[in-house]
């Protein structure tokens, strides 16, 4: 069976970190993009960051820029999201999603766009609050 698993959401303060993971079972993620969404109570689901296959490309909203890093450990088939300086905005539900990569002259890139991600965890909360 094809899944994601969000680990590593919870409750922290401002100013705070958490990483969350996304460990695939049942197929490997080295080939695929793997992207990092989000979505809040009323608002759409937006794309925090993504990564290539191969770490070629990564992307990251801007008001994450500088606070968030997404990495793969290929051996571990996992992905992160290291989230540091949290901020109360930044409270959602994050998912993880797999999905194919772009080519642009012979390069991947990471898809920004929920739509063309195939495989999709359920999600872990994270909330930022005093």
């Known amino acids: 069976q094809l899944q994601l698993v969000e680990s590593g959401g919870g409750l922290v303060q401002p100013g705070g970190s958490l990483r969350l993971s996304c460990a695939a079972s049942?197929?490997?993620?080295?080939?695929?993009?793997i992207g990092w969404f989000r979505q809040a109570p009323g608002k759409e689901r937006e794309a925090v960051s993504c990564?290539?296959?191969?770490?070629?490309?990564?992307y990251y909203v801007d008001s994450v820029k500088g606070r968030f890093t997404i990495s793969r450990d290929n051996d571990k088939n996992t992905v992160y999201l290291q989230m540091n300086s949290l901020k109360p905005e930044d409270t959602a539900v994050y998912y993880c999603?797999?999905?194919?990569?772009?080519?642009?002259?012979?390069?991947?890139?990471?898809?920004?766009?929920?739509?063309?991600?195939?495989?999709w965890g359920q999600g872990t909360q994270v909330t930022v609050s005093s």
């Open positions: 990564i290539s296959r191969s770490d070629s490309r990564t």
């Open positions: 999603a797999a999905g194919p990569n772009t080519y642009y002259k012979g390069l991947p890139y990471c898809n920004t766009e929920p739509g063309p991600y195939n495989y």
């Open positions: 049942g197929f490997t993620l080295d080939y695929y993009a």
